[in-house]
């Protein structure tokens, strides 16, 4: 008996909905430019491991459920898309959804697992609640959203966050006030108008920080409580017109990128200065 374990389907004209149920043998799942595809449900497809899904004007639902062995989720460019659920999947890690307007809702349930989720330019004008039921989530990209607040639990919900990438969103004032991140390792925030950092220095865990394009006009003193573990600091497109000099005892810090800024030529030369004998990397 001949076993399907591949299914792709590509530049298809006339299928309108899609359902898959109880195929054993099935391991992955890809499906592009279908121009009138609209939904797509699958259940109890036991072995598939991977789902990729891209380029389709009227796509709008997928409904996922029962899928034991599914490990990651693709989906890009879908223009209409409103709703995805994902439901039983002990294995999954990795979802992916990116431009695409994710208009009502995501859903989650029983899916301990999900460590990487990245929701790029879906649309969204509010933080997802759903995620923060994904307690093993360690990725969290939301870039090229219309965001402008976080919740209030985030910490707490997500005891697993290492890595949150808030670029290309619409944060204003200072996100760093609200309660902190206490073990994110990696924060993005470029792109943004950010005008103040103060209360960076409970982020205890920081090692990357990304905070280009904004209208940040000083890097707090409290910046050196996070210099057991930040390592790269870039600030550059900002309005800064000084850095602290004591930044130049911190310990862990590597590179330090604040180009672009209103810093005076005589603050530039002093700095160039002053860090010439560290060991870090400036550039201004």
Same mark, same amino acid.
């Given at each position: ?29 890809? *499906? ?9 449900? *699958? ?29 990651? +989720? ?9 709703? &995805? ?19 009502? !809702?995501?859903? #989650? ?6 460590? !990487? ?10 933080? %997802? ?15 090229? !959203? ?29 996100? #760093?006030?609200?309660? %902190? ?26 090692? +990357? ?16 409580? +996070? ?15 000084? &850095?602290?000099? %004591? *930044? ?31 060991? &870090?990397?400036?550039?201004?």
């Amino acid at each position: 008996m001949l076993l399907l374990a591949s299914i792709e389907i590509q530049n298809n004209t006339e299928l309108l909905t899609l359902k898959f149920q109880n195929l054993s043998s099935l391991l992955s799942l890809t *499906m592009s430019s279908n121009s009138k595809l609209i939904s797509l449900d *699958m259940e109890n497809v036991s072995y598939l491991q991977t789902i990729s899904l891209s380029d389709g004007l009227q796509f709008k639902i997928a409904t996922l459920k029962n899928l034991s062995h599914l490990n990651s +989720v693709s989906l890009s460019f879908f223009s209409n898309f409103e709703s &995805i659920s994902f439901e039983n999947m002990p294995s999954l890690s990795t979802i992916s959804i990116t431009a695409s307007a994710l208009s009502k !809702n995501i859903s #989650f349930r029983d899916v301990p697992l999900i460590k !990487n989720l990245d929701l790029s330019g879906c649309q969204l004008t509010t933080f %997802p609640e759903s995620i923060l039921t994904l307690k093993s989530l360690v990725k969290l990209v939301l870039k090229s !959203n219309q965001l402008s607040a976080l919740p209030l639990t985030l910490s707490t919900d997500l005891p697993n966050l290492q890595v949150l990438d808030l670029s290309r969103n619409n944060f204003q004032g200072n996100i #760093f006030q609200q309660p %902190p991140l206490i073990y994110l390792r990696e924060l993005y925030l470029s792109n943004n108008s950010l005008a103040s950092i103060d209360g960076i220095g409970e982020y205890t865990s920081l090692r +990357v920080l990304d905070l280009n394009n904004n209208k940040i006009l000083s890097i707090p003193l409290e910046i050196m409580e +996070v210099s057991s573990t930040l390592y790269t600091l870039t600030i550059s497109y900002n309005q800064l017109h000084s &850095i602290p000099y %004591p *930044m130049t005892n911190m310990r862990a810090l590597n590179s330090l990128l604040a180009t672009y800024n209103n810093l005076s030529d005589n603050e530039r030369r002093y700095l160039y200065q002053i860090f010439n004998p560290t060991s &870090i990397q400036l550039i201004i």
